[in-house]
């Protein structure tokens, strides 16, 4: 499904990623987790394409999409929820979900219906401006104007940042469930190990713009991840 | 005190009659006024809210608009006299296309290249100011022309026998009313609308939930220059045409803007109608130059103390 191979990506002269390699298949979960500063959020913008690959690639369904601005990645089944959420404040709660409508507009209705009846919170909502919402509810509201895009690979930057504990539960249940509803493959990127061993499939450590790390579902190896996450 | 004085000094030769007429006539001679402020303010502000470029070129636009209609009346007076009734419609959206193409020219040509240079863009777009108003001595002339307006808005309409407001004043109004309804129902109802609001709001989220900014920069800039293609058409019914006929709009154009609160289409519409009415009102007393001087001082005062312009765009980010 997505597939990256020795990517690259700078800004200006310093180089942030060097050469990252994974793949990610179809209803899978892979999960990279690593401190601050050590390039998640770099590495999860370049898939998006926010940030360009200085080389390397990126493919989806063997297409490259490397290439490609960010609108077309996500014409082509890319969709993204950033870190701090970034929704249109100024925007209803009802029009941010049909931001992400742009190329699946057609099925507006059904989409919307779909929406509010995942997160029925942003129905009771739908007509305040985004920037009342309380974060868990803005984070919610993210993934909804993600998937409403109908996406074949949804990409979550730190989505339990700035969340309460209680949420983050509820969080990784739903993820689990978009992953089976839509047979999603995502790619998610976090500091809070017990949230990403209820979720991953697979799992990879970063470190300063490298994986240093790999487990497969069954066999996490908690303390040493731990470890590697301490600062 | 003393300012006070003086403007009660002003009114004391006439009669609270003749006062309240005065006022009636000179609010009607400042709508016209206020039409063309909004109608250009309008394009100068979603331009402005869209992608930060100042579109010094605007006031260009507007000329491009009026002689687009100068240029139709002639043809119809010629050819076509029997729809001379008519052609003002024909022509204010032919005014529009002009604009709106031309606009989308420049935009794809000079502006697209210079975003994030706000001081690049205001150079370029002043050069291309000047291109096109030699491009219009070159191909018009420098003498003034004049669009042949239909009989049914050269009249005037007296309610009663102290007042009489002019037709095409009216009419202009009624032009603008409804130019600012579209845009508005564009902006908050339709999905160019949407996407306009979420990239002035994140440009970089826009483009990650699928939305090519670029072509909404285009269009948007396109329909800002169509706007003042409109005020063009709507200007013909008040003055003349010359080459530089925009530029002298540009500034007052600007300081609406300014002063409405840059971006914000209410805030546009209120500072139109209040520097439009509050300069015709009191040229009536004083002289143009003074009234225009009270007026400047008026918002130099009201913009030290509101920076931000009357309307505000406060949002929690």
């Known amino acids: 499904m997505l597939s990256v191979k020795n990517l690259y990506v700078a800004y200006g002269q310093s180089e942030i990623i060097h050469g990252i390699s994974f793949e990610a298949k179809q209803g899978e979960i892979v999960a990279i987790m690593g401190r601050n500063g050590m390039g998640k959020t770099t590495l999860m913008k370049s898939l998006i394409g926010i940030n360009r690959a200085r080389s390397g690639h990126i493919e989806l369904n063997n297409e490259d999409i490397t290439e490609l601005p960010t609108y077309m990645r996500v014409k082509n089944g890319v969709a993204y929820v950033p870190q701090g959420r970034q929704i249109f404040s100024s925007l209803t709660v009802e029009e941010n979900i049909l931001t992400g409508m742009e190329y699946t507009l057609d099925k507006k209705e059904e989409l919307l219906t779909n929406a509010y009846n995942m997160f029925p919170v942003l129905f009771d909502m739908s007509t305040r401006k985004g920037g009342n919402l309380s974060g868990g509810q803005q984070q919610q509201l993210a993934i909804a104007r993600a998937l409403v895009a109908e996406p074949k690979v949804l990409i979550l930057d730190e989505p339990t940042e700035g969340i309460q504990p209680s949420i983050i539960k509820d969080m990784a249940r739903m993820l689990n469930q978009i992953k089976v509803m839509h047979n999603l493959t995502i790619v998610v990127s976090e500091q809070v190990l017990n949230f990403t061993v209820n979720i991953a499939d697979r799992l990879y450590v970063m470190e300063s713009g490298n994986f240093i790390h790999e487990d497969v579902r069954g066999s996490i190896d908690e303390k040493k991840i731990t470890s590697y996450l301490s600062v | ?317």
């Open chain 2, 1 to 317: 005190m003393s300012g006070t004085l003086f403007f009660l000094d002003i009114f004391k030769d006439y009669s609270s009659d003749e006062l309240s007429s005065i006022f009636v006539m000179q609010g009607f001679s400042g709508i016209s006024l206020f039409s063309v402020f909004l109608l250009m303010a309008l394009g100068l502000a979603i331009i402005f809210g869209q992608m930060k470029v100042i579109n010094m070129a605007h006031g260009e636009f507007l000329t491009a608009g009026a002689y687009t209609t100068v240029l139709l009346s002639d043809l119809v007076t010629k050819y076509i006299p029997a729809a001379l009734p008519y052609y003002f419609f024909i022509a204010i959206m032919m005014a529009f296309f002009v604009a709106f193409i031309l606009g989308y020219i420049v935009e794809k040509l000079i502006v697209s290249y210079l975003y994030e240079r706000p001081l690049d863009t205001l150079l370029a777009t002043w050069g291309v100011s000047m291109v096109m108003q030699q491009s219009f001595r070159l191909i018009f002339g420098a003498r003034e022309d004049s669009a042949t307006m239909p009989e049914w808005l050269m009249g005037s309409w007296s309610p009663t026998e102290s007042i009489s407001i002019p037709i095409n004043g009216l009419f202009l109004l009624l032009m603008s009313i409804l130019m600012t309804t579209i845009v508005l129902l564009l902006m908050y109802r339709s999905r160019w609308g949407l996407r306009v609001r979420a990239t002035v709001q994140n440009r970089e989220m826009s483009t990650a939930v699928g939305i090519n900014s670029k072509k909404v920069d285009r269009w948007t800039f396109a329909l800002g220059c169509g706007l003042a293609g409109i005020a063009g058409a709507a200007f013909t019914t008040i003055g003349s045409v010359s080459p530089s006929a925009g530029s002298l709009y540009i500034v007052d154009t600007f300081i609406v803007v300014v002063f409405g609160g840059a971006g914000s289409i209410i805030g546009t519409i209120l500072s139109a109608f209040g520097i439009a009415q509050a300069q015709s009102i009191l040229e009536f007393f004083l002289t143009g130059v003074l009234a225009k001087v009270f007026v400047l001082l008026a918002i130099v005062g009201i913009l030290m103390i509101r920076p931000q312009g009357i309307v505000a765009n406060k949002v929690r980010q």
